[in-house]
């Protein structure tokens, strides 16, 4: 996943903000509440480094799976 790659929520991840079925840890369902379909993995992390390794906190979030789309700058 690199710096400029925007995440956004996919319907499990909205569905986990709303439901929390999925009982995932409150680290990392704070990440999730951050990601937005806008700002990129770099500017998510800058913004939330007190949350500790961002980019780690949405690789755990795929693995879950608690699942945000990315895509990559054309």
């Known amino acids: 996943m ?4 925007v995440l956004a929520k996919t319907a499990v991840g909205v569905d986990e903000i709303a439901t ?5 840890p409150p680290r990392l369902r704070t990440v999730l509440i951050l990601v937005d379909g806008r ?6 992390a800058e913004s939330a480094a007190a ?3 961002i980019r780690q906190a949405l690789a ?3 693995e879950v ?3 945000a789309t ?3 700058p054309p």
């Open 2 to 5: 690199g710096n400029d790659w």
């Open 39 to 44: 700002r990129s993995v770099q500017t998510l």
């Open 60 to 62: 755990e979030l795929h």
């Open 20 to 24: 929390r079925s999925r009982r995932i």
């Open 70 to 72: 990315a895509s990559a």
């Open 51 to 53: 949350l500790g390794d």
């Open 65 to 67: 799976p608690v699942p």
